[in-house]
């Protein structure tokens, strides 16, 4: 059984930084992909960075240059970090892993896929 929980959400002015933290509880964790969503009211939620079991990162063009997909294998976290905030990131920002083995990692986080654990989500606003 994986467990997700997700940490460090908040405000933040545009042009600002944050960090999200995500520590995994669970069996999988040196074997799979993991990776960061994000969800706005009325829309699908979008994958916006993974990273592989081996630590290639692939982000989604929309934050790709402004945030930094990391882990650490000895806490079992997975941190992403929110540089050059946009307002236009304001969302609620998911933890996730896929239940099957993916390679790459990138197509698992193209769209929502039911065979995918969740953290709870936090939430993120910057504020222009």
């Known amino acids: 059984q994986v467990r997700l929980v997700e940490s460090g959400g908040g405000s933040v002015q545009a042009g600002g930084s944050l960090r999200l933290s995500c520590e995994y509880s669970?069996?999988?964790?040196?074997?799979?992909?993991m990776g960061w969503f994000r969800q706005v009211p009325g829309k699908a939620r979008e994958g916006i960075a993974t990273?592989?079991?081996?630590?290639?990162?692939s982000y989604a063009n929309s934050v790709k240059g402004r945030f930094t997909i990391s882990k650490d294998n000895a806490k079992k976290t997975l941190d992403l970090q929110l540089d050059a905030a946009e307002p236009e990131d304001t969302a609620m920002y998911y933890c996730?892993?896929?239940?099957?083995?993916?390679?790459?990692?990138?197509?698992?986080?193209?769209?929502?896929?039911?065979?995918?654990?969740w953290g709870q989500g936090i939430q993120v606003t910057v504020s222009s």
């Open positions: 996730a892993a896929p239940r099957k083995i993916w390679s790459p990692c990138w197509p698992w986080a193209e769209r929502e896929r039911p065979d995918t654990d």
């Open positions: 669970g069996n999988s964790w040196r074997n799979n992909c």
């Open positions: 990273m592989s079991a081996g630590g290639v990162a």
